[in-house]
């Protein structure tokens, strides 16, 4: 499954992600794009509700909103980033061997519905997420679902999942979209 994923270094995708949490009143529907400008640096640029890039590369993460001052610290004091980066590298460069240092893999279904799940090995990592669950269908990523230890499964929708998610307006509907059941 792993190498249905491989792409050159420069690659980008669409995402939505739709945040659950206590403190807001309704969920944030974000969307942007995920772009890999070469195969050391990662870039998640929001585009909705509000306007935020964050750049990871040369072991720091840079965080630029609109209207405020950008922000660089050092992926040292965020290892997950560190993790991200590096993860997101392997998956794209079908490298299982780098992905494997880094979660315990487990590959299931078939070409046209598949899933890969990762198992953080790191301490820091395990005791806040669960496993991260990649869905797709042939060479296409539709959907990274992080399962924390607690609460609820966050999909990231991605490509034509991320396209489909017009009007998306609550966990669930992000859900079936990212296990690809009909709204």
């Known amino acids: ?15 939505v992600e739709l945040r659950v949490s206590p403190m807001l009143k309704r ?4 969307s942007g794009e995920y772009r890999r400008p070469d195969a050391d640096t990662l870039v998640r640029e929001v585009r909705t509700p509000y ?31 560190a993790v991200l980066q590096g993860s997101f590298g392997a ?8 992905l494997e240092t880094v979660y315990a893999v487990e590959a ?11 198992v953080p090995r790191e301490p820091r990592t395990a005791a806040r ?4 669950v990649l869905r797709g269908r042939d060479g296409e990523l539709r959907c990274i679902e992080t399962r924390p230890k607690q609460g609820e499964p966050q ?13 998306l307006d609550s966990l669930e509907a992000a859900q079936r979209l990212c296990h690809d059941v009909p709204r």
């Open 27 to 30: 969920p944030l529907l974000l």
């Open 91 to 98: 998956l794209l460069a079908g490298d299982r061997k780098a």
């Open 155 to 167: 999909p990231t929708l991605l490509g034509s999942a991320a396209t489909a998610a017009a009007g």
């Open 51 to 81: 306007v935020e890039t964050t750049t990871i590369r040369g072991g720091e993460a840079t965080i630029a909103r609109e209207g405020r001052s950008p922000r660089t610290f050092s992926l040292s004091r965020v290892p997950e980033l």
């Open 129 to 132: 997420i669960a496993g991260i």
């Open 108 to 118: 299931d279904g078939v070409p046209a519905d598949w899933t890969l799940t990762l």
């Open 1 to 15: 499954m792993l190498h249905r994923l491989t792409q050159g270094a420069a690659s980008a995708t669409p995402f």
